[in-house]
T-cell receptor, first 115, second 110 residues
Framework: GAGVSQSPSNKVTEKGKDVELRCDPI?????LYWYRQSLGQGLEFLIY????????KSGLPSDRFSAERTGGSVSTLTIQRTQQEDSAVYLC?????????????FGPGTRLTVT | GIQVEQSPPDLILQEGANSTLRCNFS?????LQWFHQNPWGQLINLFY???GTKQNGRLSATTVATERYSLLYISSSQTTDSGVYFC????????????FGAGTRLFVKA
């Protein structure tokens, strides 16, 4: 079946602009994660959604970052007033907590460049 | 918070060689996964292994949860094994926050 998809694959924006990144999880997966990977670094957890529960936002680096998940499926990560340090690859993962719990499957990522 | 340390940070192998990658974590975990990030950036699941031993072809992994480490074994390495190998844990008391190690960068020479 289809995997996790993300759009756009690349985004170049000017400092100070807002951006929206989209994630389509694997159909039926109830859990969704967002991560950030800076150049040559490991992954940094941003936010976690599970069903209708309140999201775990503990990894969001500032109040310029927010995320929504509509209808328990598609998620959007929004970065307001982008800064150059926001440049990174933003990765989305989903998991089916009903089968093999917490095994996460990743999308291809969105490469964000803030100029 | 929990610390996840991977070693070695970099590894160069001749094709056909075997290797062992290590992941140490500083606190109890609910879950542990190994991933391979290929040169194009895609993260690929290798193992979900909070405890015990699993094998998949030339790869195998062992997690000793009581001693807080996991090992990933690569046998008969191939050039396509090149990339970065990440260990990721979900702390027992950390909600759903998944913590990744810094990775082991592997290059397999033909």
């Amino acid at each position: 079946g289809a995997g996790v998809s993300q759009s756009p694959s690349n985004k170049v924006t000017e400092k100070g602009k807002d951006v929206e990144l989209r994630c389509d999880p694997i159909s039926g997966h109830t859990a969704l994660y967002w991560y950030r990977q800076s150049l040559g670094q490991g992954l940094e957890f941003l936010i976690y959604f599970q069903g209708n529960s309140a999201p775990d936002k503990s990894g969001l680096p500032s109040d310029r970052f927010s995320a929504e998940r509509t209808g328990g499926s598609v998620s959007t990560l929004t970065i307001q007033r982008t800064q150059q340090e926001d440049s990174a690859v933003y990765l989305c993962a989903s998991s089916d907590s009903g089968s093999v719990p917490y095994e996460q499957y990743f999308g291809p990522g969105t490469r964000l460049t803030v100029t | 918070g929990i610390q996840v340390e991977q070693s070695p940070p970099d590894l160069i192998l001749q094709e056909g060689a075997n290797s062992t990658l290590r992941c140490n974590f500083s606190d109890s975990v609910n879950n542990l996964q190994w991933f391979h990030q290929n040169p194009w950036g895609q993260l690929i699941n290798l193992f979900y292994i909070p405890s015990g031993t699993k094998q998949n072809g030339r790869l195998s992994a062992t997690t000793v949860a009581t001693e807080r480490y996991s090992l990933l074994y690569i046998s008969s390495s191939q050039t396509t094994d090149s990339g970065v190998y990440f260990c990721a844990v979900e702390p027992y008391t950390g909600g759903f926050k998944t913590i990744f190690g810094a990775g082991t960068r592997l290059f397999v020479k033909a």
